[in-house]
């Protein structure tokens, strides 16, 4: 997080029911559009900063990104819709979970880090019998990004709602939810945006929420009451929220949003994908091994093996000794990979500095590495 969203969030308590934290809400609406790629509104209380010209309402989610995935599931469908959910890792997996708490769902499972087979997917749609499919868009547990136009694409065709997690690709790569025609997406604070943890947003379509009412009026609802998206639907236009709102998170978000509009989203996107592109190419050539498929590969986080005999211990020497953090692997790929995120407001400079280290610490480690120019990889 920069100064910027830090200082936001020191900034003294205000209370959620007053004018000025409807100016906060103005101001992080309209900056929820922009990172979520939509047609802009103005910051600016009473204009209906959540929504603008296009078909789509933002809404901020106090929670992390798995309540708001958790909101856009659990309101849209009934106990008995069936869902799509091709998955290639753990978040996508965690997509799939989650609906089985809510809905009856095909779960297709690809290898950590595999391309959907496509073909397979329309075979499946073809069937006619899904209310929806759902991707973890961005599956930051193996560093691949999904194709979505080609998803969408069929999607469209076979009269499909298409819904994303969008926490580690909305604001850091392209997202385009209108021209795909995405019914909803959900998007966490803390990864592209660089903002604080415990706060997340959606984004949705008329039809969207029209599905979620008529479920409602039928009394075929699933259980909520925190996360209704009909009561938070009641406050939207007066920039407000149902319940008490994470209100200082909410200040440092906004900020860090704002420093985003001052980048650029594109020019957040290139940057990012420029990152992930050194790394991706740095790895490579020095005979690393990249899960994901060369194709389809992330360009807000890479997922790395480590070389014969490292395990996590390295980590923890990187971080002892050289100040410097990577995320480690989930479920069977725990202490065989490490994962290098290039999302937020990282700047080339640092990526450079922390691959120096990376290279170092292994080493430190044995393992043989050429001399490298590592700044020109970048
Ligand atoms: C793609 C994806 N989805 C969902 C989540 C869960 O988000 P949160 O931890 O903000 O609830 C993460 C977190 O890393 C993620 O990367």
Redesign the pocket.
């Known amino acids: 997080m920069n100064q910027r969203c830090l200082e936001a969030m020191a900034t003294p308590v205000i209370t959620a029911r007053g004018g000025e934290f409807r100016d906060v809400m103005a101001d992080l609406n309209s900056g929820l559009r922009y990172a979520f790629n939509l047609t802009p509104s103005q910051p600016v209380k009473k204009t209906h900063s959540w929504s603008s010209e296009d078909d789509y309402k933002v809404m901020v989610v106090s929670?992390?990104?798995?309540?708001?995935?958790e909101m856009l599931i659990a309101n849209r469908f009934r106990s008995n819709d069936l869902v799509l959910v091709p998955t290639n890792?753990?978040?996508?997996e965690?997509?799939a979970e989650m609906c089985k708490r809510f809905c009856n769902v095909k779960h297709i499972k690809y290898e950590w880090g595999r391309a959907f087979d496509l073909y397979e997917l329309e075979q499946q749609l073809e069937r006619g019998c899904y209310e929806a499919l759902l991707i973890?868009?961005?599956?930051?547990?193996s560093g691949i990004t999904q194709d979505a136009p080609a998803i969408a694409e069929m999607c469209n065709r076979y009269n499909t709602s298409f819904i994303l997690?969008?926490?580690?690709?909305i604001g850091g790569l392209p997202v385009h939810l209108e021209k795909w025609n995405v019914e909803a997406a959900?998007m966490?604070?803390?990864?592209c945006t660089a903002g604080p943890?415990?706060i997340?947003a959606i984004a949705f379509t008329t039809k969207f929420y029209e599905r979620c009412k008529a479920i409602r009026e039928q009394g075929d609802s699933n259980a909520l009451f925190y996360l209704d998206i009909i009561s938070a639907f009641k406050k939207g236009d007066d920039d407000q929220t149902p319940w008490t709102p994470a209100i200082n998170l909410a200040m440092g978000w906004s900020a860090a949003l704002n420093v985003l509009k001052e980048e650029g989203l594109e020019n957040r996107w290139n940057r990012c994908q420029s990152l992930a592109a050194g790394v991706q190419n740095l790895f490579s050539h020095l005979g690393f091994e990249l899960p994901a498929d060369p194709f389809q590969r992330s360009s807000t986080?890479t997922a790395i093996m480590y070389p014969e005999g490292i395990n996590d211990q390295w980590r923890v020497d990187l971080k002892e000794r050289y100040a410097t953090q990577v995320i480690g692997a989930q479920d069977h790929l725990k202490g065989k990979m490490f994962r290098v995120g290039s999302m937020g407001e990282t700047t080339k400079e640092e990526m450079i500095e922390g691959c120096k280290r990376m290279l170092e610490c292994f080493k430190d480690h044995g393992v043989t590495i050429p001399e490298v120019d590592v700044d020109s990889f970048f």
């Open positions: 929670g992390s990104g798995t309540a708001a995935m890792g753990k978040f996508g965690r997509v973890c868009h961005n599956e930051t547990s997690d969008g926490i580690t690709s959900a966490g604070a803390q990864k943890s415990g997340a986080v």
